[in-house]
């Protein structure tokens, strides 16, 4: 008779910004959340300590300076290089990119995901809403027809794809996410679209690479699907 598997471990880091959404969306689907606070608690002498990551949503200075201050920066980066599924929110994708084009001073990134960000690009706190947005990618299903229902809240943009990566979302034409791409594969500026916006069958067969980094907050709307997604790819 087959064991049951363990419910998988997720870290949400938990140093500042909005814990507490992301984990109760984990919980709700079966996983273990660890807050993430120390480095102790993703990694030991034996190894990584939990089976998925998440960087939340934020003010994205003060979350490098905190990872910079705990001595946390360069062994989450190290565990993120070597393959733990990662999904960044917000502030979260900031942390994850390669460049901070309009970085408050002193500030850096973990460099795991070859795009470049600009901070705030979508307006102050007032102007937040709600949208509908196509993923181009296979396992992200949201509940609206397909599209991920995400609130938009001092969002960041994608300002440049690299090779390393490609994008996966975009919302008036700009692009707010983006994710690894395969080594040799499918990176590229942006996912193709049919005319009335609908990710186009090529792309809708692309999956997920192991870090992914997102401009908004499915986690305030209690749509799964990038949680969900992020779950999968746990070994």
Known sequence: ?????????VGVLALQGG???HGDVLEQLGARVVLVRRESDFAGADGPRIDALVLPGGESSAQDRLLRLFDMAEG???IITEGLP?????????????????????????????????????????VSHEVDIAVDAAEVIGRQDGRVRAALIRAPEVLSVGIGARAICRVDGRVLG??????????????????????????????????????FHPELTGDAAFHRALLAQVR
């Not at 008779?1 to 471990?9: G, K, L, Q």
């Not at 994708?93 to 309009?102: F, G, H, T």
């Not at 995901?113 to 600009?118: G, H, Q, S």
């Not at 590229?188 to 609908?198: F, I, L, Q, Y």
């Open 1 to 9: 008779m087959t064991e049951p598997r363990s419910a998988p471990v």
């Open 19 to 21: 814990v507490s959404e």
């Open 76 to 78: 989450l980066r190290s």
């Open 86 to 126: 990662t999904l960044g929110t917000c502030a979260g994708l900031v942390l994850l990119s390669r460049e901070v084009r309009d970085a408050a001073p002193s500030q850096r990134s973990l460099d795991v995901l070859d795009v470049a960000v600009r901070r705030n690009a979508l307006g102050p706190q007032l």
């Open 178 to 215: 983006a994710t690894t791409a395969a080594p040799g594969g499918d990176s590229d500026a942006g996912p193709e679209r049919d005319t009335d916006g609908r990710i186009g069958a090529r792309d809708a067969r692309r999956r997920l690479g192991t870090v992914t980094g997102i401009a």
